[in-house]
């Protein structure tokens, strides 16, 4: 009866520890392998999104530049984020904009360029059929001669592709 009693008693105690053991070997999984993967200075990002910006609606590009910012809040470094704005978006590169685009969000984006890296491509085939040149674009924008053709390489390089 006795030994009975001792096992009894130790079972909750012996639950205890395979619980701890579990925890432990559960922690030593995924994350703890995502840890060991240590990055450096320099090192490329293991994440590439690509953003589709083809509206001047303040909302939508709010919507856009918010969730670019969700990103890099949430991969730091680790992610390489591009936005390849056409048709009426082209606007929001645009020095002199002819729709109106916040200058909040005229500033955004140039925060999101210069503080996080972020690429911003400008169409060439809109910028012609508004009958702009590369004298009228901000400092950040890249120019490709076609945006679509921009967004099919990036992804071929890799790139997730978002667009709205």
């Known amino acids: 009866m006795n030994l009975r009693r001792r096992l009894l008693t130790a079972l909750p105690l012996l ?3 395979a619980a701890a053991v579990a925890a432990t070997t559960a922690s030593s999984g ?4 995502a840890a060991k993967a240590e990055r450096f200075p320099g ?3 293991e994440h590439k999104l690509l953003y589709q910006l ?3 609606d303040a909302d939508y590009i709010e919507h856009i530049l918010n969730s670019v910012g969700a990103m890099i809040g949430k991969y730091a470094d680790n ?3 591009v ?5 009426p978006g082209i606007h929001l590169l645009a020095k002199a904009p002819k729709r109106p685009i916040p200058a909040a969000l005229r500033e955004r984006a140039r925060s999101q360029a210069r503080d996080y890296g972020v690429k911003f491509i400008a169409c060439g085939n809109t910028m012609k059929t508004v009958g702009w040149t590369d004298k009228d674009m901000v400092d950040f924008a890249r120019i490709e001669e076609v945006g ?3 967004m099919m390489e990036l992804q071929e390089q890799g ?6």
Not at 30 to 33: D, F, I, L, Q, V
Not at 159 to 164: C, R
């Open 15 to 17: 639950g205890s520890s």
């Open 30 to 33: 995924p994350k703890a392998a």
């Open 43 to 45: 090192d490329p990002p």
């Open 54 to 56: 083809n509206h001047a």
């Open 79 to 81: 992610i390489s984020l």
């Open 83 to 87: 936005v390849v704005v056409f048709g």
């Open 148 to 150: 679509a053709a921009a």
């Open 159 to 164: 790139y997730a592709y978002i667009a709205w």
